[in-house]
């Protein structure tokens, strides 16, 4: 049998993900939600399991928009203007994160970010291409081929793995959790020194810090792990399974009987929202709310009946506006038992 170019690159490059499984990639972005942000810049390193690195890409990324405030990612407005568009680099992005565990710290945002600018690109694209197929005569311009919305075969996110191993951030960011794992890091904290960096070094020094919290991750315990098919866009453009997206759009057939009382059961209707320091999957926990026709929303508001969360002290996010509010705190453990609790009433009634 005759080997094709196509085939030598594929074995080629199926060689290149078995020498190097892993891929890192950090972010900056203009803003915190991929449907309203930009990204700005992109990191990326793959490497193997002696942490040994493989490939390196770093772009500034020109979104064609305002790239926000300077000291959010490093980069000023003259520097983005003459980064590259997404859609030169959007190819490279495919072939390093293309059948790789992905590694990412908060990957809703980071994850999504990518999805957005991939499928912005792609949506560009087709639009130039019909366009282009609606000319007549000699003359017409080449197809634009841009890629594919990149298909890593897991992904791995380091800020919702240290939270389902119980570990305690009092600041969420990777420096401040490498810190917590003992890994060689400065603090997050700003400094006037580092703000002089350029910021191909900084992203570059978080991605290489991020190779080394997934190892000590892996290390302390289980590693939360998903995969693309299992994850879609919210109203934000952040990348979240399924059931929590769908969760927020099923319809309440019972009115809410407002706040849940400390000590007491739960009721059909109740509002719930789940904090992101909880050990156990939010996604179960959502199920379980939604099976006992509880309502889950992702915001707190003045309707919202209790909040599940294991910290106890040193609230901080949805907690600390919780307990300001005067809205209950319960634990994952305590609120499946109150959940299964519901259960057990609704089983003794009909009997």
């Given at each position: 049998?005759?080997m094709?170019?196509?085939?030598?690159?594929?074995?080629?490059r199926?060689?290149?993900?078995?020498?190097?499984?892993?891929v890192?990639?950090?972010?900056?972005?203009?803003?915190?939600?991929?449907?309203t942000?930009?990204?700005?810049?992109?990191?990326?390193?793959?490497f193997?399991?002696?942490?040994?690195?493989?490939?390196e890409?770093?772009?500034?990324?020109?979104?064609g928009?305002?790239?926000?405030p300077?000291?959010?990612?490093?980069?000023?407005?003259?520097?983005?203007?003459?980064?590259?568009?997404?859609?030169?680099?959007?190819?490279?992005?495919?072939?390093?994160?293309?059948?790789?565990?992905?590694?990412?710290?908060n990957?809703?945002r980071?994850?999504?970010?990518?999805?957005?600018?991939?499928?912005?690109?792609?949506?560009a694209?087709?639009?130039?291409n019909?366009?282009r197929?609606?000319?007549?005569?000699?003359?017409?311009r080449?197809?634009?081929?841009?890629?594919?919305?990149p298909?890593?075969a897991a992904?791995v996110?380091?800020?919702?793995?240290?939270?389902?191993?119980?570990?305690?951030?009092?600041d969420?960011?990777?420096?401040?959790?490498?810190?917590?794992?003992?890994v060689?890091?400065?603090?997050?904290?700003?400094?006037?020194?580092?703000?002089?960096l350029?910021?191909?070094?900084?992203?570059?020094?978080?991605?290489?810090?991020?190779?080394?919290?997934?190892?000590?991750?892996?290390?302390n315990?289980?590693?939360?792990?998903?995969?693309?098919?299992?994850?879609?866009?919210?109203?934000?453009?952040l990348?979240?399974?399924?059931?929590?997206?769908?969760?927020?759009?099923?319809?309440?057939?019972?009115?809410?009987?407002?706040?849940?009382i400390?000590?007491?059961?739960?009721?059909?209707?109740?509002?719930?929202?789940?904090a992101?320091?909880v050990?156990?999957?939010?996604?179960?926990?959502?199920?379980?709310?939604?099976?006992?026709?509880?309502?889950?929303s992702?915001?707190?508001?003045?309707?919202?009946?209790l909040?599940?969360c294991?910290e106890?002290?040193?609230?901080?996010?949805?907690?600390?506006h919780?307990?300001r509010?005067?809205?209950?705190?319960?634990?994952?453990?305590?609120?499946?038992?109150?959940?299964?609790?519901?259960g057990?009433?609704?089983?003794?009634?009909?009997?």
């Open positions: 049998m005759t094709t170019n196509g085939d030598t690159e594929q074995d080629a199926a060689a290149e993900v078995t020498e190097f499984p892993y890192t990639v950090t972010t900056q972005a203009s803003g915190i939600h991929p449907s942000a930009r990204l700005v810049a992109v990191d990326v390193l793959t193997n399991e002696d942490g040994e690195i493989g490939e890409f770093h772009a500034v990324l020109n979104p928009s305002d790239p926000g300077r000291h959010y990612h490093g980069l000023s407005h003259e520097e983005v203007a003459e980064g590259q568009r997404f859609s030169q680099v959007l190819r490279t992005l495919d072939r390093l994160l293309d059948d790789r565990t992905l590694i990412v710290h990957a809703p980071v994850w999504g970010f990518i999805v957005s600018e991939a499928r912005r690109t792609m949506n694209a087709a639009r130039s019909r366009s197929g609606r000319g007549r005569g000699r003359g017409r080449r197809r634009q081929r841009v890629g594919h919305v298909k890593p992904i996110d380091t800020l919702a793995t240290a939270r389902r191993q119980r570990i305690v951030l009092e969420t960011r990777l420096a401040a959790l490498a810190l917590v794992l003992k060689d890091a400065e603090s997050p904290v700003a400094t006037v020194e580092r703000a002089r350029p910021e191909h070094e900084t992203t570059r020094e978080l991605n290489d810090m991020l190779i080394d919290v997934y190892f000590a991750l892996r290390d315990g289980e590693l939360c792990i998903t995969t693309p098919a299992e994850l879609r866009a919210d109203r934000f453009g990348q979240r399974s399924h059931v929590r997206v769908d969760a927020v759009e099923v319809p309440r057939p019972h009115p809410n009987p407002g706040t849940h400390a000590g007491g059961n739960l009721k059909r209707g109740m509002e719930v929202v789940i992101p320091e050990e156990t999957d939010p996604d179960v926990l959502i199920e379980a709310a939604l099976k006992a026709q509880l309502v889950y992702e915001k707190l508001t003045r309707t919202t009946s909040v599940v294991n106890t002290s040193d609230l901080r996010g949805k907690a600390m919780a307990a509010k005067g809205i209950p705190l319960l634990t994952d453990a305590e609120f499946l038992a109150a959940v299964a609790k519901m057990t009433k609704s089983q003794n009634q009909r009997s």
